[in-house]
Structures are given as structure tokens and as C-alpha cells.
């Protein structure tokens, strides 16, 4: 679905980020039909667990997008941001959920963890924040406790 939306903004010459905050919604809406199908077919608490997850996401990721631009240490205010965030939080704890309910799941286990993973390495270089100060500030504040 990535690699179809960036392909297709490219052609139509449109910013790929330009589409990902709209794109959460159809998303959650597609991934909150798909386990309750799941849930009422195999009548699993595994599916139950992710159809809660999902639209826990979706509602954080619907207050997100009206409040992200207010964040301080968030100083680029670039689109994009809920989109990361939100699709982050909800591959890791749906890898963490999966790992609890059923260990025999490693494989997709360590794909949702890649993608969380690479979102948040994405959402950090679009935040406008810099490594070198982050790291500083962090060295200054053990010295201080020290």
C-alpha cells in the first residue's frame, strides 16, 4: 500500500507526505474491519485485543492531528507526523500483543517491529530536531545528577 500511494503521488506530482494524515483513517477503518472479522470468526481474544488497539490508535491519531503542531518538541510542525506516530505505536504494541498472546508468531512479530522501527527513525529526521543537541542535552543532565 506504501509503495503503491508514494508511486501514485509521484505521478499526479503531489508531496507523498501530503497523503499520509488522510490515509490513517481508511487504514484504521480497514485494519479495525479486518479483526473484527477475525474476532467473529475464530472467536480468538488475540483478534478482540487488536480490534481494541486499533481503535484506540485511530481515536489518539484523530487527537493528534488537531494538536501536533502545538508540540514543542515538535519544532518543524511538517505533515506526516500523525501518520508516523500513530502507525509506530500501533505495529509495536500490536508485535508486543501478538508476542504475549502467541510466542510462536516471531515472524511477523519482527516485521511489525521493522516497520515501527523505520517509522520512528522517519518521524525523527522530519521532526526538525537534531541528533548532536539531543545527545548533548541528555550528557548534560547526567553530569547535573552526578
Known sequence: MIITAITTAKKIKIDPWRLSDPALLPFFLYAAAYFLGQFLTGQEKLSLY???L?????ALSQWLLGHYRSFA?????KIGFTFLLSTSLFFSLSALLAFLMSPSLYFNNIIKLLLSLGAIILWYQRSGREIRQDTKVLKLKTHVKK
Open 50 to 52: 487488536h480490534l481494541i
Open 73 to 77: 518538541w515538535y519544532p518543524s510542525g
Open 54 to 58: 486499533v481503535l484506540t490508535t485511530a
